[in-house]
C-alpha cells in the first residue's frame, strides 16, 4: 500500500513538472547556425542574408540538375540505369504494364520536377520577404537581393511548367502556402514567368554597380547587378521560345550581351553559368562516373544518340565515352556513359552561350520576316557546327533551317536540362515535318506531358 502511494505521488510529481514546462514553444537557446524562419524573417541581418541566399543556389542546383534524369530519360537523351528499383526504367520509359505518366498523378518519382523546384520557389520566397522586412541593408542593396532571388523563382517555375500539358498548368502564386493561388495555364503562367524576370531586370538595375553579398563561383561571370541582368536576359530569352515569341527572344538575346555572343570556339560556346560541386559538406557533381565504373547504378547515353550522330561531330567525342563493356538493366542496354567531367567536383553547366545562339538561329527561322532572317539563322547554326568540327550547313527553306536548329540542340545541349523532350512538346512531337524531333519508343510509351501531381489533386479536392 505504501509503495502505491509513493508512486502516485512520484507520478503526480512528475506531471506536475511536465505541466510546468513550456512544450509548446518552449524557451530554449536557439542554434544560431541554423535560425528558424521567424527569425531571418523580420529585420535579418546581412549574414542571415547570405546564408538564405547561399541555400537558394543549393535549392537552384538541386532543382535543375535532378530534373535532367527526369526530362531527359523521357525525350531518350539518357537511359536512367538505377537497377536498384526498376521504376527508373519501367515508368520513366514506359516500359512496366500499366506505366502513364499523362493519367497517373503518383506517376513515380515526379516530384524531382514539380516538389523540388517548388522548394527552390519557397527558398527565394523566404529571402524575398526577408529582404522588404529588415533595415539592416540600404535600398540599393535590397535591390541587388531581389532581383537574383526573383530570377532564380522564375527559373525553377519552368520546370515543372514544361512538363504540364496546355490545360493542367501550374501554380505561381504560391506565397502562402496554406492558401495558394490557382493553377494558371501554360501560356498564362508563362506570362507571369516572363513578367517575374522583367521585375527582376528592374531591381537589379536599380542595385548600383556590385553586390553585398556573394555568388558561388559557378556565377563568376554574372556577380555584379549589370552582369546578371544579361543571365536575367538569357533565362528570358529561353522562356521567350516556349512563348513562341520570336521578336522577344531575339530582343532578350541582345539585352544578355556580352554574355550572348554570336561567334565560334570552345571558349564562346562554354561560357555561361554552372552549378557548383566541393564535396563534403557539399555534394558531388551527381553525373560524375568513373570510366568503365563497374556498377549498374548509372545515368547512360541513350543508344540513338550515337546511332544518329554526324560523322566526326566533336560533340560526341567530348561528351560520351565508350565502355569496355555494355550496361545493361530493365532488358535495355548502352555501351557509351557521361564523359564530360573529370572529377566529381567538376562544374555542372545549366546554361551556355552555345544555347543562346541556337536560340537566336530558330527565333530567326521562325520569325522569317525577310530573307536576312533565315540568313541570321544559318550563319548561327554554322558557328556552332565549325566550332565541333563540322563542315557549313545551307539551306533557304525555313523547315529544313529549323529542322536543323533542332538537330544542333539534341547534341550541343546533351544532358543540361532535357531539351530533346521539351523540343518535342514544343512542336507538337511533329517528327513528319521535322525529323530531328522523332524520338524512339524503345517499346515503351513517349510521353506528351505529365499529370498533375496527387497531392495538388487533393489539396483542390480539399479545399473547393
Not at 17 to 46: H, T, Y
Not at 298 to 311: F, G, K, L, N, T
Not at 341 to 362: G, K, Q, S, V, Y
Request: charged fraction near 20%.
Amino acid at each position: 500500500m505504501k509503495t502505491s502511494k509513493l508512486t502516485s505521488v512520484l507520478l503526480i510529481v512528475l506531471m506536475l513538472g511536465f505541466l510546468g514546462c513550456d512544450l509548446v514553444d518552449p524557451n530554449r537557446i536557439n542554434d544560431p547556425n541554423n535560425p528558424s524562419v521567424s527569425e531571418v524573417l523580420n529585420n535579418a541581418n546581412q549574414d542571415q542574408l547570405q546564408n538564405i541566399l547561399s541555400g537558394l543556389e543549393v535549392r537552384h542546383r538541386s532543382s535543375a540538375a535532378g530534373a535532367m534524369d527526369f526530362i531527359g530519360s523521357l525525350g531518350r537523351e539518357v537511359y536512367p540505369m538505377y537497377a536498384s528499383d526498376p521504376r527508373f526504367m519501367g515508368q520513366w520509359l514506359g516500359l512496366s504494364e500499366g506505366a502513364d505518366a499523362e493519367t497517373d498523378p503518383s506517376f513515380y518519382s515526379n516530384a524531382q520536377v514539380w516538389t523540388v523546384p517548388y522548394l527552390a520557389v519557397k527558398q527565394a520566397n523566404v529571402l524575398i520577404q526577408s529582404v522588404n522586412n529588415t533595415d539592416q541593408i540600404s535600398e540599393q542593396q535590397k535591390n541587388g537581393y531581389l532581383g537574383v532571388a526573383k530570377t532564380f523563382k522564375a527559373f525553377q517555375y519552368l520546370i515543372p511548367l514544361v512538363t504540364q500539358s496546355e490545360s493542367n498548368g501550374i501554380r505561381i502564386d504560391v506565397d502562402d502556402p496554406l492558401n495558394p493561388g490557382p493553377f494558371e495555364s501554360y501560356d498564362e503562367a508563362l506570362t507571369q514567368i516572363r513578367d517575374l524576370l522583367d521585375e527582376a531586370q528592374t531591381n537589379l538595375q536599380n542595385a548600383g554597380t556590385g553586390f553585398n553579398f556573394e555568388l558561388t563561383s559557378g556565377l563568376s561571370e554574372f556577380n555584379t547587378p549589370s552582369t546578371f541582368i544579361n543571365l536575367n536576359r538569357a533565362i528570358d530569352a529561353r522562356a521567350a521560345i516556349y512563348d513562341e515569341d520570336w521578336g522577344g527572344a531575339i530582343q532578350s538575346l541582345q539585352d544578355a550581351q556580352p554574355f550572348f555572343e554570336l561567334a565560334q570556339g570552345e571558349g564562346v560556346m562554354n561560357k555561361g553559368a554552372e552549378f557548383v560541386y566541393t564535396g563534403p559538406p557539399d555534394a558531388f557533381n551527381p553525373y560524375f562516373y568513373p570510366e568503365n565504373a563497374e556498377t549498374n547504378q548509372i545515368v547512360m547515353v541513350h543508344p540513338s544518340m550515337i546511332d544518329d550522330a554526324e560523322a566526326g561531330d566533336e560533340r560526341v567525342d567530348n561528351k560520351f565515352f565508350q565502355r569496355n563493356t555494355p550496361v545493361t538493366v530493365g532488358g535495355k542496354s548502352a555501351i557509351y556513359q557521361d564523359d564530360r567531367f573529370e572529377a566529381n567536383t567538376d562544374p555542372f553547366p545549366w546554361l551556355r552561350n552555345e544555347e543562346l545562339i541556337l536560340i537566336w538561329a530558330e527565333a530567326h527561322a521562325q520569325r522569317n520576316n525577310d530573307p536576312s532572317d533565315l540568313v541570321e539563322a544559318v550563319d548561327a547554326i554554322n558557328f556552332v557546327r565549325n566550332t565541333w568540327g563540322l563542315p557549313d550547313f545551307a539551306s533557304t527553306n525555313q523547315s529544313d533551317i529549323i529542322d536543323q536548329v533542332l538537330f544542333e540542340r539534341r547534341y550541343s545541349l546533351w544532358g543540361e536540362f532535357g531539351h530533346r523532350w521539351i523540343d518535342a512538346k514544343r512542336y507538337d512531337f511533329n517528327d513528319s515535318q521535322y525529323p530531328a524531333l522523332s524520338i524512339p519508343a524503345d517499346g515503351g510509351v513517349i510521353y506528351g506531358y505529365i499529370a498533375r501531381p496527387l497531392s495538388e489533386i487533393n489539396w483542390e479536392e480539399f479545399n473547393n
